[in-house]
Antibody, heavy 116, light 107 residues
């Protein structure tokens, strides 16, 4: 069974960084791209970017190129997103979503709250 | 970026009704269109992929259609558990984009 287990909620100070993890199981981690999605409170969904765990290649939506950094650790089947220079605009729930089955599998989401 | 416009933004319907949700892309997305259902506090759940393919385990009352720029999600007989927000999502062109959602309520 494919599962994506994300790390717990984070609180970050303005200007700081946070790093969220997404541990994959039930499939070969390096066979599928991992994607990240942002959902702001009460808002819609935004695609942040993707990482190919096998090669480490990435691509980002323009809006997130200076905000997010995607990495992956193939030894632990875990993908990461680091969000830098946090502002109130970064307060949101962040989801990982595998490309398996046409984006069928999502993590449960991680709430990031930016607060001083 | 491809803009995805969903209508209506809010839909009120009764149990048993046939409901139709619409999604319009700003350019041809070649049927690379998914529909997701999201309930409060949960991750989006895939209902339909690539326009008209029912995801495993999803009830057959859900169906999708469309081509080019215009796509539709139909629920043939609305059930109370279908109350949720529905998002369309294009994965034809990077960056992938979502519609703003249709909130489905019970009348």
């Amino acid at each position: 069974e494919v599962q994506l287990q994300q790390s717990g909620p984070e609180v970050g100070r303005p200007g700081s960084s946070v790093k969220i993890s997404c541990k994959a199981s039930g499939y070969t981690f390096t066979d599928y791209v991992m994607n990240w999605v942002k959902q702001s409170p009460g808002q819609g969904l935004e695609w942040i970017g993707w990482i190919d765990p096998e090669y480490g290649s990435t691509d980002y939506a323009e809006k997130f190129k200076k905000k997010a950094t995607l990495t992956a650790d193939t030894s632990s089947n875990t993908a990461y997103i680091q969000l830098s220079s946090l502002t109130s605009e970064d307060t949101a729930t962040y989801f990982c979503a595998s490309s398996i089955g046409w984006f069928a599998y999502w993590g449960q989401g991680t709430l990031v709250t930016v607060s001083s | 970026d491809i803009q995805m416009t969903q209508s209506p933004s809010v839909l009120s319907a009764s149990v048993g009704d046939r409901v139709t949700l619409n999604c319009k892309a700003s350019q041809n997305i070649n049927k690379y269109l998914n529909w997701y259902q999201q309930k409060l506090g949960e991750a989006p759940k895939l209902l339909i992929y690539n326009t008209n393919n029912l995801q495993t385990g999803i009830p057959s009352r859900f169906s999708g259609s469309g081509s080019g720029t215009d796509y539709t999600l139909t629920i043939s007989s609305l059930q109370p558990e279908d109350v949720a927000t529905y998002f369309c999502f294009q994965h034809n062109s990077w960056p992938y984009t979502f519609g703003a959602g249709t909130k489905l309520e019970l009348k």
